[in-house]
């Protein structure tokens, strides 16, 4: 009986963390918009949506209208009102920041798109068929914003997806307490209203092969996410209680909720979004320490400010300028510690950081029970080679204007494209990526001009 209501506690530690406006909230907090003429919130926002109209819609009652002027622009709009880092972008860029608070854009464009969710909408209908195919590769937020936008305008479309359901990071990688799978399920549900074909558990290389995509279409879209966490290349890695970050996170998103975690000390390497998702969720698993272990310091880290306060309201403990040596273990070949080398920051390296340093004679070991990887994903390599693309590093290349690559017949958006310069992988910057694909794809079909 114990272990049954430790469970249930477990599960609703897993629940939405922060609550969604009420009726009476929303249409207080969007009478406050001034409506600008020409804001800045949407010169801010990487998908341009038009954030005064979709507020004035709320004001005045009408939230499918609120509802499908989000999503015309991002087709993940109900996922973004959750992650996206508004105080960084719209938020940030509001107006009302010079003389009061900004404007709760995100939580508002939550309210119109959970309305739509609710109420189970249609909000859009696929174009008149033109007869031409288009293979989108990955389900993601890039893949099902090309694979919307396409279906609009009259293609025939298939996605190949590798994993059970679509939606990609939505789907598996950001935690539940802050993007619960049922957001994710109704946004793919809205492309599949379309009638686009989504092949799941399907493995480009294994179930179907890179050359049979190409010959089934008149075009392919690259649209891939990232792999798995790399390795750490130190002694005590393939130890019982090793995890990898994007793993240990789709496990508690899929439902497994171990209680092997309750009251031990875990420690995530990393300072990424993903390492914060991996310190909430240990904490959430019942963990009685959680640490994360930096190199560098907090000005370098890339975890978002919010995620950082986010973790530190969990009461994740951050060691910065910290370097793990060697994974410690038992017997058993379980964990017993981490022992650790302290760092200093020395000249910037080619990334523009600085690199960090060895103090000699600084090492310490840290009693831990986990330890979890997070210190960046490997990218599809294989996969990219297969359909014989041009790439560096696993990046591919593309036109910057049409994200076309190599083969002409192929483009590429998401986190296929990130890096070497080119976006910033936010599951916003994927969504619009996914969307110039689709335009300018269309547009070499049509002769018509994409802005």
Known sequence: MSNTLSLLKLEKNFLEA?????????????????????????????????????????????????????????????????????????????????????????????YA?????????????????????????????????????????????????????????NTYGIVSFRLPQSISYWEVEQVKKLNVDIQTNVKVGQDISADEIVERHDFVILAAGMSHVPDLKIEGENLKGVHDAIEFVKATKSGKLSQDYVGKKVVVIGAGNTAIDGATCSVRLGADNVKILYRRTQEEMTAYDFEYEFAKQDGVEFRWLTSPQRIIGNDAGEVTGIECIKMELGEPGEDGRRRPIPVKGSQFVLPVDAVIKAIGQTRHLSLIEQFDLEHSDGVVQVDLETFQTSNPKIFACGDVVFGKGVGEAMVVTAAEQGKLAAYHLHAQLEKVHVN
């Open 113 to 169: 798109t959970d309305w739509a969710r609710h109420n189970d909408t249609v909000l859009f209908e696929a174009g008149e068929p033109k007869g031409i195919k288009v293979g989108i590769i990955g389900g993601g937020p890039a893949g099902l914003s090309a694979a919307r936008e396409l279906a609009r305008f009259g293609y025939e479309v298939t996605i190949y997806e590798a994993e059970k359901e679509a939606g990609g990071l």
């Open 18 to 110: 922060h609550e969604g406006l009420t009726n009476r909230e929303a249409v207080e907090e969007a009478n406050r918009c001034l409506y600008c003429y020409d804001a800045p919130c949407i010169v801010a926002c990487p998908t341009s949506i038009d954030i005064p109209s979709f507020i004035k819609k709320i004001a005045s009652g009408n939230l499918k209208g609120s509802a499908k002027t989000i999503m015309s622009a991002n087709p993940v709009g109900a996922s973004c009102s959750r992650v996206c880092p508004t105080e960084e972008l719209c938020e940030g860029a509001c107006v009302l920041n010079h003389s009061t608070k900004p404007i709760m854009i995100g939580d508002l464009q939550r």
